[in-house]
């Protein structure tokens, strides 16, 4: 059996032609269903862009970055106890005269 030289060439060509028109339909399909931003919307805010939270806008920055809870609600942070012994004035021996010491008990 011997094939001619015509034949196996037009095989080829048939082969890379399929291939070629292959290529483009799955570039024009991912062109296709890739998602377009619009400015200044970060894919992080709405991942299913067009179908975005009505506060997405608002818990993230234009980079993406998610603003925390805090910000806006300052009440939930952790409030340390009083501590009894912070902005206490100093104590003056009596018949002191502070204007004399201003930093008692260095004086010099």
């Known amino acids: 059996m011997h ?5 196996v060439e037009r095989i080829h060509t048939y082969t890379y032609n399929m291939y070629a028109k292959l290529f483009l339909l799955c570039v024009v399909a991912a062109v296709a269903l890739a998602r377009e931003y619009p400015a200044g919307l970060h894919p992080a805010v709405c991942p299913n862009y067009p179908y975005c939270d ?5 818990r993230f920055t234009h980079d993406g970055m998610p603003i925390p809870e805090w910000v ?5 942070l952790p409030v340390a106890p009083a501590d009894p ?3 206490v004035a100093p104590k ?3 018949n002191f005269n502070a204007a004399a010491c201003p930093n008692y008990p260095y004086c010099w």
Not at 54 to 58: E, G, I, L, R
Not at 72 to 76: F, G, L, T
């Open 54 to 58: 009505t506060n997405a806008f608002t």
């Open 92 to 94: 003056y021996p009596a």
């Open 3 to 7: 094939q001619s030289h015509c034949k």
């Open 85 to 87: 012994n912070a902005n």
């Open 72 to 76: 806006y609600n300052p009440s939930i």
